[in-house]
């Protein structure tokens, strides 16, 4: 199961959606990798580690700068955080992760949400308008990993006081792509099971 989330289960409906998938689940891995500056340090990850312990997990920081995708499979639950999706989507590439993730998805629970959830999906194209900054790396190709053939753009509420002309933007990419982003405000997330989304 996939759950593409704007900052996490921060809900009470994804808790519940989330909890459908964990009946089983023993271990969970935090992926802190998009933060590239603070890693297990960011300030999100105590929040996440409670969420994650209230379903029974016993929880683990997991960083694919240093460790290899492959090691994911000793999780039941692999929990992706945000940070910088352009330094995400370089580390997945380098180290070949997509085969580990679309494993995950299938056979697993890998729930995803905002830099995270972004490079599961198309592109990073759309977030490419707003922020080109964080692409310090110089990537050219902004595809994604297309573990789900969606765009995400979360924290949209938050987003739409901060970005200029931001959902007009938004509405650019869709026409230029022909594609319809799901737009997800903070406590709002997708689950794909199956390739369908629910």
Known sequence: MLMLCSNGLTSEKLLSEAKKYMASAKSAAIVVTADNEYKENNYHVPRVTE??????LTTECFDLDKQAPELLFDYDVVEFIGGN???LLDVLRKTNSKPVLSELA???????WSAGAIVMGNSLELIDMYTPEMNFMNLADLSGMRIADVDILPH??????????????????????????????????????YGTMI
């Open 156 to 193: 949209y509420s938050k987003f739409l006081r901060r970005f200029d002309r931001f959902e007009e933007k938004c509405k650019e990419y869709e026409q230029k792509y022909n594609t319809n982003v799901i737009r997800l405000n903070d406590g709002d997330g997708i689950v794909i099971e």
């Open 106 to 112: 299938k056979n697993k629970i890998l729930i995803a």
């Open 85 to 87: 999706p352009y330094y």
């Open 51 to 56: 969420t994650l312990t209230q379903f029974g």
